[in-house]
């Protein structure tokens, strides 16, 4: 029992010692949380620029999916060991943004779709990287910019865009035909549930893993209903479907054993169209990043982010994305959703991420094992989705809360909330504003709540806040 209890302790500890039976299944549960996320935003601006769905496109397809999964493995190594100043050696998962969605589909429609725009958005993404990369550098030097209360807005609004997204998923995914159905809602309650027992009704191991476990018997409850419950439905319309909580175990069968990954498989094309939009994204990107390891070390290691940890993640964001690039995946930035498992769990050992960085990348090298993550349903990701999000929520409180809340903080968190957030969560209200407004601030709540944060945080000296 001693030993046992010592292994769990070491899972706490950024340098700690732990078998790799403990390890993996640690690691594990990053992958399950992020792996749906880390691959969708390539779906989503693959299919607007008529790759994914389009005839002709199914080797590029399969290549960009597997490029994904490697990618975020190798940049998730970088961020946790370093190569010289690139890496902040912190415990954060790297995959895929979602940030970039609203700007590349904006991006695709400008250029009129196709390979042509896709690779447009690759060489942005290339030039936004190194940009990036370079503003990390020098974050040291600019750090004042990026107080707590800057970095605790933008990691609230990160927490409160993603609740929205765990909610669908725990419906069983916001465009299926079956969304908030019965079965999809006792699914998705039932994974709660069973990480709510686990994390709280025992200790060690089995309470530290609760995601996995969670996740694992998501899995089994939905074989079960699928020999119980009819596996198909028909809408209003009078069409057949096959509800969204069925596994499709075809999918494991039908994927090869091992492919090598692509390099380059689009090419690259510089437009300044796509560059423009793309640059200023990055630079929200970085707030979100020392957002994201602000919450980290703050939820995970209970103590301040180093310059050099945060000048170090932005580095390995900015290069991480431009590698991206090169093997035709979007920029890869700190993954919110792990934030949120770490926020919760308090698992912050390198040796149990770098399993979960392993795992992605034996994904992209043998498909078969990235087919048997990417079949689980929706309802199974949001029963530990919205546990994990809202975990973010409480990371950005607790990051504003760490010093006194004066007149001036307040009006910074509430006018970023209330015009920041409020504005990129209503994306109507931009609906008569210039296309450039629209694709930068128009998807997202977190873009305009960060450069809100940042202007006010620049304008409302503390002199003028005390004196008013």
């Known amino acids: 029992m001693a030993k046992f209890v010592k292994i769990s302790e070491e899972a706490y500890k950024f340098d700690g010692k732990l078998p790799l039976s403990t390890a993996i299944p640690l690691g594990l549960q990053h992958v399950l949380a992020m792996f749906v996320g880390n691959l969708t935003p390539v779906l989503i601006i693959g299919g607007a620029c008529g790759i994914f769905g389009g005839a002709g496109f199914a080797d590029l397809q399969v290549s960009l999916i597997q490029n994904a999964m490697i990618v975020a493995g190798l940049v998730t190594l970088l961020q946790l060991y370093s190569v010289g100043p690139c890496g902040g050696k912190v415990p954060i998962i790297m995959g895929t943004s979602s940030g970039f969605i609203g700007v590349f589909a904006g991006i695709a429609a400008t250029l009129g779709s196709g390979v042509v725009a896709y690779g447009a958005i690759m060489g942005a993404s290339i030039i936004g990287g190194v940009c990036e990369a370079l503003l990390g550098f020098v974050l040291q030097y600019i750090r004042r910019f990026f107080p707590p209360v800057v970095c605790g807005t933008v990691v609230l609004s990160i927490g409160l865009s993603l609740i929205s997204v765990g909610v669908n998923s725990f419906g069983g995914g916001f465009k299926t035909k079956d969304f908030g159905s019965i079965e999809n809602l006792l699914l998705g309650l039932f994974v709660l549930c069973v990480i709510l027992f686990f994390k709280h009704g025992t200790k060690g191991f089995f309470s530290s893993s609760s995601i996995l476990i969670g996740i694992i018997a998501g899995y089994i409850a939905a074989f079960g209903m699928s020999l119980v419950l009819p596996t198909t439905a028909v809408t209003p319309e ?231």
């Not at 920029?331 to 040796?351: D, Y």
């Not at 968190?413 to 504005?423: E, F, K, P």
Request: hydrophobic residues 55%; negative net charge; contains cysteine.
């Open 238 to 468: 009078g069409v057949e479907f096959t509800k969204s909580w069925v596994i499709h175990w075809e999918k494991v069968a039908q994927a090869p054993w091992f492919s090598v990954p692509q390099l380059m498989p689009v090419e690259i094309v510089f437009d300044m169209r796509a560059i423009l939009p793309v640059l200023i994204m990055f630079i929200v990107t970085a707030v979100e990043t020392v957002g994201d390891i602000s919450a980290v070390i703050e939820s995970g290691l209970d103590r301040e982010a180093t310059d050099k940890e945060l000048s170090g993640g932005v580095m390995c964001d900015g290069i991480g994305s431009a590698l991206a690039a090169v093997f035709g995946v979007l920029p890869n930035t700190s993954f919110s959703q792990n934030v949120g498992l770490v926020a919760m769990t308090k698992i912050v050992n390198r040796f149990a991420l770098a399993t979960g960085a392993v795992f992605l990348i034996l994904c992209g090298l043998i498909p078969k094992l990235g087919a048997l993550v990417s079949i689980m349903p929706q309802s199974v990701l949001g029963g530990a989705a919205v546990m994990m999000f809202s975990s973010i929520v409480v990371s950005g409180i607790q990051l504003l809360t760490k010093e006194k809340l004066n007149s001036r903080s307040l009006t910074i968190i509430s006018v970023a909330l209330g015009v920041g957030y409020g504005m990129g969560a209503t994306p109507g209200i931009l609906a008569h504003c210039p296309e450039a407004m629209r694709m930068m601030f128009g998807e997202s709540g977190i873009v305009p709540a960060a450069l809100v944060a940042i202007l006010l945080n620049i304008i409302l000296q503390p002199e003028r806040a005390e004196e008013a």
